[in-house]
């Protein structure tokens, strides 16, 4: 893992590469310090070698998984949350999503947008249990590849 890492790493210093990066992910033109950039990368979702990876290429911060893990740590910042989000919130975010923009989505497309969007704390099948009971009719059609759009 970590001989792959160092392999991208070298990489990253003798290949330019491009692609698209979305708006939201900050370049080396900003002036976020080394625990922000952490924090947004991971809010984002990125994976720690991604991170790492983003950190030398546009920032040239290097350091390794092992002390991204560290200052993770140190952050407060965990992958599975120890405290769950209300179920009440949870249920009235659906709800409000689900009338403006998320008509057509399924359970998995929600999950990652109450984490992403409302950094909510919240397992993937509660959602699909919420969906279900909130929403049975749409459920049914999405399973059966009906959704009208």
């Given at each position: 893992?970590?001989?792959?890492i160092?392999?991208?790493l070298?990489?990253?210093?003798?290949?330019?590469?491009?692609?698209?990066?979305?708006?939201?992910?900050?370049?080396?033109?900003?002036?976020?310090?080394?625990?922000?950039?952490?924090?947004?990368?991971?809010?984002?979702?990125?994976?720690?070698?991604?991170?790492?990876?983003?950190?030398?290429?546009?920032?040239?911060?290097?350091?390794?998984?092992?002390?991204?893990?560290?200052?993770?740590?140190?952050?407060?910042?965990?992958?599975?949350?120890?405290?769950?989000?209300?179920?009440?919130?949870?249920v009235?975010?659906?709800?409000?999503?689900?009338?403006?923009?998320?008509?057509?989505?399924?359970?998995?497309?929600?999950?990652?947008?109450?984490?992403?969007?409302?950094?909510?704390?919240?397992?993937?099948?509660?959602?699909?249990?919420?969906?279900?009971?909130?929403?049975?009719?749409?459920?049914?059609?999405?399973?059966?590849?009906?959704?009208?759009?």
């Open positions: 893992m970590s001989r792959s160092f392999l991208l070298s990489l990253c210093t003798f290949v330019h590469v491009e692609g698209v990066v979305p708006s939201n992910i900050p370049l080396s033109g900003n002036v976020l310090k080394r625990d922000e950039l952490i924090k947004l990368y991971f809010m984002e979702g990125l994976k720690y070698a991604e991170i790492v990876l983003f950190l030398f290429c546009n920032h040239n911060i290097k350091m390794t998984i092992r002390h991204l893990k560290r200052i993770l740590r140190k952050l407060n910042l965990r992958r599975r949350p120890i405290q769950y989000s209300p179920t009440q919130d949870v009235n975010i659906i709800r409000e999503e689900c009338n403006v923009s998320g008509q057509c989505v399924g359970y998995r497309t929600m999950w990652k947008r109450l984490i992403r969007d409302y950094g909510l704390a919240v397992k993937r099948n509660d959602v699909m249990k919420i969906m279900q009971q909130i929403f049975p009719n749409a459920t049914e059609e999405r399973k059966a590849h009906r959704v009208l759009i």
